[in-house]
């Protein structure tokens, strides 16, 4: 088995693994990006909308435009980005295992950034196992990437950002969606999106659920009730809804496995999908030299992702000592200054908290290793 | 949804429209199928209207894709002789060979 050596080796070619890879390699780091899919972007090439924020958020870009910049930017920057690539296993706390192709080798890096991304939740309900039922970002990826409607009449369960605005996307192509459905007794995503689906004709029944997918061999339709106050069914709200496509928009949860068998400790936070891995505010977890960007970390959005990434790049730059200190920490404190700027207002605040949670949780811990 | 009828998205209103499109043929179960190149099979296999992948190995229960990114397994199928080879996350190449997984696709005679 062949054994190689880099300064930087980052998991995941996604939003945040790019800008990671970007920063740290023209910084002057040696840089290696690896991702297992046969093209780099993660979740950016199959989003289509235009992104929110502000001019260096890139807001008012579509996310797959974004996906092309960053792929142009990381060619420049000189970081080698390897396909087909899996990693297996973090061992020793700073060496990978990589399976290429049909290639087996080591990588052992002075620090890794672990950006593997976030995957759907799952919800189970009666006939929920039918070919038909699937993620909304199956769904997405199907429609945008693959140019191919899963279905024709489509049923979403859940109406945060993810379903809303996969439900709009599959109207563009050409899919019918009867109704969205959410079990809170409000809309969950933005306002922007919710009045797009509304004019278009859409009804979002809100405290409603689906109780079950029918069909022979696939879906062929879906019973959907009525929810009260403490969430049960109210008896006789029942109705059939006939579709061919369930899409489930409920939540998504970090990737954090191979942080986890390298032994970064890890925090329950339900806002941020579940187990993330505890980090400072550079991003480095309690495993020195490991740091974590992007959903990983805690589910957000694809421009927290890039922000993520970006700290990331820049904290390894530093702790390699590749830029100078004074300035490493103002560039540093514009990628936060930016973070926060994102996780603002009614729907952004809840992440803020949730994410100084998981900074303090790191510190507490290492108060705690300090005094033993 | 009929097995002719195709789901191909050729024009869209903010994606580039498809255009000149090479075609590749992969065979499921035996029959030709259409394919765009570069394509997921599991895309392919939808666009023919086929959306059962695979059946369970103790309850024998359709499958078809759940997450297409290759995270949750339930596309498996036989892929060139392969089994369980996620085909959300496998591309189409020519004259390639997709097959129904029955259970754990090794041998049909385990999962009885
Ligand atoms: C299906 C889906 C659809 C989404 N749609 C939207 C949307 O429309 N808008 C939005 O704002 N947010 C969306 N999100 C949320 C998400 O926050 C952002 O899309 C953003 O892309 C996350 O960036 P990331 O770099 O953390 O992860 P990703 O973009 O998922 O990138 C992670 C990469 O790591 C690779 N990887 C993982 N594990 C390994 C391993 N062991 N070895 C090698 N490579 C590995 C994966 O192949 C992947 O390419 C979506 C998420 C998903 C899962
Ligand atoms: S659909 Fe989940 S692995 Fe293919």
Redesign the interface.
Known sequence: MKNFETEVAIIGAGSAGLCAGIQAANAGAKVMIFD???LPGG?LFKQ?HKFFGSREHRAGI?G?EIGKQLLDEVEKSGADVHLNSVVYGIFDGNTLGVVEGDNHYSVKAKKIIIASGG??N?LPFKGS???????A???Q????V???????EVIMVGSGNVGLIVSYQLM???ANVKAIVEAAPSIGGYGVHASKICRAGVPIKVRHTVLEAYGE??VEGAVVAELDENWNVVPGSEQNIAC?TICLAVGLNP?SELAYIAGCEMTYIPLLGGHVPMHDENLETTVPGIYVAGDVTGVEEASTAMEEGNLAGISVARALGLINDEEGKEIADNFRNRMLNLRSGAFGEGRRIAKATQVEAFNEFQAKEGAK | ?GEKEQ????E????PE?KDIKKVTIYYDDKPIEA?EG??V??AL??AGI???RKTVKTH????????????TDCMMIVDGKPNTRT??T?VVDGMRVQNQNGFGIDSEVVK
């Open positions: 297992e899919n046969h979740q289509i579509r797959y995957k759907e799952y196992t039918l070919p038909g039922v699937m993620g970002g199956a769904a990826t199907m429609v945008n693959n140019r191919v409607l899963p279905g024709k563009q192509a050409g061999n696939e061919d990737m | 949804m789901r191909r998205i050729i869209h209103p903010i994606l498809l765009m394509e997921a599991a895309s939808m666009n959306r059962s992948f229960e359709p499958r078809g894709i759940f997450c297409a990114i290759g995270r949750c959300c996350v591309y």
